[in-house]
């Protein structure tokens, strides 16, 4: 039988959706929850289909607007997290680790790798929920040494995501990092529950990163970037409108 509906999603997320939809219907079955059994198997029907009626309605609102991630992750669309923390090394140093992408699986848990392409664009990879493995491209689109960081994905990804991250002075010889995170996960705002549910929460992971973070540069354990030469201002890269850096959330 042919489907009536054309796939949009993909395998990643049909396999993510499948798993998070039958550990969301057992639990709503196991605790009774009428609710949590009804979005589980939605999950699952999701996965079996391929086809999400979210994804079809962002894909045709792309159609009529600028494709972008500002749009894309606009308002309280996707996960939010946020938090920051303060280094003693100067900002320039901070700023010299963060900027080497290839750092950033050292100390961030759920990546697995981040590959440089080019000075502009990388291919990363994390473990989504439930252990899968999800792959995005990112494009840098604020570059500003060294107090801002920012970056976007593009193309088809598994996740649609965005970042930014700040440096600050704070007081001699220390830098406060502020970090901002924004993404679409596979299954959505459901698949973002389903893995809190399961033990995985995002504000909690990005407070860890920043601790070890800090804890790798205080000591001298990431190495910092050599083959990367900054402009010879401080200029924007590719900027997004007035937002500074940060790369969407348009209120």
Known sequence: MTS???LNISPTARLTSM???AALAALGYKRANRALEVTGLGLIARGASGWCPVTAAIDADRRRLDDSTKHHLGGERGVIVEDAITIYRPVSDVYSCWRNLEN???FMEHLEAVRVVDR???HWSAKGPLGVTVDWDAEIINDIPPTLLSWK????????????????PAGEHATEVRVK???DPPAGKIGATVAWLLGEDPQHQIAEDLRRFKQMVETGEVSAVHDYQPAPSSQRVRGLDDLA???GSAR
């Open 245 to 247: 850096g940060d790369f």
């Open 153 to 168: 994905s593009v193309g088809h990804s598994d996740v649609t995501s965005a970042g930014s991250v700040r440096f600050r």
């Open 19 to 21: 798993i998070a939809g």
């Open 4 to 6: 009536m509906y054309k």
């Open 181 to 183: 995170l924004q993404y």
């Open 104 to 106: 950033l699986p050292r």
């Open 120 to 122: 502009l664009h990388s």
